[in-house]
């Protein structure tokens, strides 16, 4: 696609519901990152997808974050059992990884979490 | 623990100045940095990148990297209103595929 989709763009659950966000990368780009942003934050890193490869998970807070990516393009990103302190703006981006301008992210518009 | 330190402001220019943010990095090892605006409710995009040490200019954006002293910096010159936004430093290291981000600093053009 022409850039990088999210959906959805808001989501407001209740404490302890599973909720998944979704990102579409920009066609040819391998890499794909998800960051969260809290209000008034910096974007924390949660995880990195590149081509085949495993994943780095480094960046996932706890064992309720989870994410994958089919086809080495979509992504989900899976968040169990929410709790308030979830509630962020979930950014995706995509780069390619070669070349001019490697490594430098497009990013999706975002997923509003509001967890009550 | 890779850090991006960036002073969160407001700074605030007048209309036609030039504005100077400044970002330093802890990892030595650093080797490729970006600049990305953001504004207010809406997702960061790119200004610009360097790599190397000195300049680099791109209109009214100059990137300036110091790899010694470990900083980069983002001058904007002729200030408009519509560049009041925050800008977000961001630096990979030759090992990483993963930028580390700074909090911002929020930029405030008044006319």
């Known amino acids: 696609g022409a850039g990088v989709s999210q959906s959805p763009s808001n989501k407001v659950t209740e404490k302890g519901k599973d909720v998944e966000l979704r990102c579409d990368p920009i066609?040819?780009?391998?890499?794909l990152y998800w960051y969260r942003q809290s209000l008034g934050q910096g974007l924390e890193f949660l995880i990195y997808?590149?081509?085949?490869?495993?994943?780095?998970k480094s960046g996932l807070p706890s064992d309720r974050f989870s994410a994958e990516r089919t086809g080495g393009s979509v992504s989900t990103l899976t968040i169990q059992r929410t709790q308030q302190e979830d509630s962020a703006v979930y950014l995706c981006?995509?780069?390619?990884?070669?070349?001019?301008?490697?490594?430098?992210?497009?990013f999706g518009a975002g997923s509003r979490l509001t967890v009550l | 623990q890779k850090e991006v330190e960036q002073n969160s402001g407001p700074l605030s220019v007048p209309e036609g100045a030039i504005a100077s943010l400044n970002c330093t990095y802890s990892?030595?090892?650093?080797?490729?940095f970006f600049w990305y605006r953001q504004y207010s409710g809406k997702s960061p995009e790119l200004i610009m990148f360097?790599?190397?040490?000195g300049d680099k200019e791109d209109g009214r954006f100059t990137a300036q990297l110091n790899k010694a002293s470990q900083y980069v910096s983002l001058l904007i010159r002729d200030s408009q209103p519509s560049d009041s936004a925050t800008y977000l430093c961001a630096v990979k290291s030759g090992g990483s595929y993963i930028p580390t981000f700074g909090r911002g600093t929020s930029l405030i053009v008044h006319p």
């Open positions: 066609s040819g780009h391998t890499a």
């Open positions: 997808f590149q081509g085949n490869s495993a994943p780095d």
């Open positions: 360097i790599y190397s040490n």
């Open positions: 990892d030595r090892g650093s080797q490729s």
């Open positions: 981006a995509s780069s390619r990884t070669g070349g001019s301008g490697a490594n430098v992210l497009t």
